[in-house]
């Protein structure tokens, strides 16, 4: 049994067809078949259903392929370990972000990050917050930035910075004339909402606490703040927005910005890894170099109340 036959193996698990598992190993799927046939003779069991299409693991393949995730990790963990004792900064750290984050975050240090340590490929990708955890689960990620609290188990959650919500307002809303507003004073039939599956449209819906809709002529759900933005702009109405989301509005549109009165709602936003996590030196790297690039007063979450999930 060797590392490589384990990584074949859950390469034709994640991809369910030994042809596109080939591909993604770099190697010809009769390669790819031979070893796995060696190894269900080693072990004496079959570990895929090969009459099924798309090809299925056996209940034991199952048990075996989850063993082999462990195996994989740790072994690329004895890597990971040789390279800090070196303090060699390099390799590839495979991040998953949120929509409502990537387009405000990801600009403020990627540039300097790379700068820095030009050994390092960062590769990142957008999705929910669901699906980030589901990849970290699976070894497809190194670490995800969302909101939290998660309080997912095997998770670790290390908190970065927090972002006040805002009111977004059309022009000449009624609302404008108050300087703070309440969250009961927003009407469900003029609030943009993200669609399902996004955290910060949970936040939303938990905060106002109401039955959240579209314009009641037209049912309008998007998948990205931009596109609430932009409804606003040019309907009636009122959106929601975090806080990096406003840094770059223009004057006019910033005159359109009501914060809420009282304590004001905010959103905790983290790292978060695998508890077996194995680029310790990278991800406290990349931590710093976020927090950094955060105006310091974000980094306390003094100055506001954090909304939970529903």
Known sequence: ?????????IAVDKHRHFGNAADSCFVTQPTLSAQ??????????????????????????????????????????ILELVAQLKGDISGTIKIGIIPTLAPYLLHLFIRRFLEKYPNVKL???????DEVVKKLKNDELDLG?????????????KPMFYEKFYAYFSKGHELLREKE?????????ELWVLQEGHCFRDQVISFCDQSMAGHKNFHYESGSLEGLKNMVNRYKGVTLLPELATHELSEEEKSRLRPF??????????????????????????????????????????????VRFK
């Open 181 to 189: 507003i309440r969250p009961e004073q927003l009407k469900a039939d």
């Open 36 to 77: 796995l046939s060696k190894l269900e003779r080693e072990l004496g069991v079959i570990l895929f259903d090969r009459s099924k299409m798309p090809v299925i693991p056996t209940e034991i393949g199952v048990q075996i392929i989850a063993q082999a995730k462990k195996v994989v990790s740790e072994s690329r963990g």
């Open 261 to 306: 009165l009282g304590k004001a709602p905010i959103r905790e936003v983290s790292i978060i890894l695998n508890r077996s996590f194995l680029k310790q030196k990278l991800v406290e790297l990349l931590y710093n170099e976020i927090t950094d690039s955060i105006p310091q007063a974000m980094t306390s979450k003094a100055h506001g109340k954090i």
């Open 145 to 157: 930035i969302i909101v939290t609290p998660l309080e997912e188990p095997g998770i670790l959650e």
């Open 123 to 129: 590769e990142v990708q957008e999705m929910v917050t």
């Open 1 to 9: 049994m060797t590392i490589q036959q384990l990584e074949y193996l």
